[in-house]
């Protein structure tokens, strides 16, 4: 018979000590791997994202259908980080709990945000110069490259602290997921732990720092082909713009509103 202990999601305070462990690890990680795994991170998202376009270019759904659905399919993205094994920036906000406790460097955690993050845009870029290529933008009469230069155009006009309001709120629900998934000891698990804060991200309109590095350089290549909104176009500057602002959320939404609070509450040891 099975330990029942086997079967049970790990505690908060377990997962709490996990996190601060794989923390650890994530820092100390070779720079060839984090590199590699923060390629494919970008890439997943990049196909949650492509997922989610497409149900938001189906004009037959309602506000609310459209919403919900793809917010569901983006999941696959971060579902296949946790479960395939990748490094994603916003994920790994978390491994400021490890910083924290003393267990790493502030050198430590600024290496693997910055290389991590960079790592992501190749990733998210790579795969939306080849979903251009491959025509599936043409998709639904073309439907589907004019959702993502609308969806561009709207990101772009944001002002500066809204987008990073969005991107804090994104990244508080990223990191939950990545936290309850944690508690999880099967893939089941780990799916019903990412599903719905993701959906719940994207239904809700808020901002996330990697989608965007895939949304932004494919409308990016969709415009170039003369696919256009009103007139207005996107620019490298506005995209620019939105990606310090939204990293700047999700920083805050991810390392100080979940990996630091959950470090006080659990592992933070009272002063005597």
């Known amino acids: 018979m099975a330990d029942c202990d086997s079967l049970n999601a790990y505690s908060p305070a377990e997962i709490a000590h996990r996190i601060e462990t794989e923390g650890v690890r994530k820092a100390n990680m070779a720079l060839m791997p984090l590199v590699i795994l923060g390629i494919l991170a970008g890439a997943f998202i990049g196909l949650g994202a492509m997922l989610s376009v497409m149900v938001r270019a189906d004009a037959s759904l309602g506000f609310a259908a459209s919403a919900f659905f793809s917010g569901l399919v983006f999941s696959l993205g971060l579902l ?3 479960v395939a094994g990748a490094e994603l920036f916003t994920g790994n906000n978390l491994i400021i709990m490890a910083w924290a406790q003393g267990r790493i460097r502030t050198a430590q955690v600024l290496r693997n945000w910055a290389v991590v993050c960079l790592s992501n845009l ?8 080849m979903v251009y290529a491959c025509g ?14 609308e969806i561009a155009l709207a990101k772009q006009a944001l002002p500066f602290w809204t987008a990073c309001l969005k991107g804090v709120l994104c990244n508080i629900l990223v990191c939950l997921a990545v936290w309850m998934a944690m508690g999880g000891r099967s893939v ?8 719905f804060p993701v959906m719940a991200f994207v239904t809700a309109g808020f901002e996330h720092s990697i989608a965007n590095m895939y949304l932004r350089p494919l409308a990016l290549l969709v415009q170039s082909s003369g696919v256009a909104a009103d ?5 490298v ?11 700047l959320g999700n920083l805050v939404g991810g390392a100080g509103l979940v990996g630091l609070v959950y470090w006080a509450v659990y592992l933070r040891q009272p002063r005597s």
């Open 80 to 82: 296949m980080v946790v």
């Open 122 to 129: 190749v990733g998210a870029v790579g795969l939306a110069c």
């Open 136 to 149: 599936h933008t043409s998709l639904n009469g073309g439907a589907v490259g004019r959702q993502v230069v």
């Open 188 to 195: 089941f698990d780990k799916a019903v732990a990412v599903v």
């Open 231 to 235: 007139g207005t176009v996107v620019t």
């Open 237 to 247: 500057t506005g995209m620019l713009g939105n990606w310090v602002s939204v990293i």
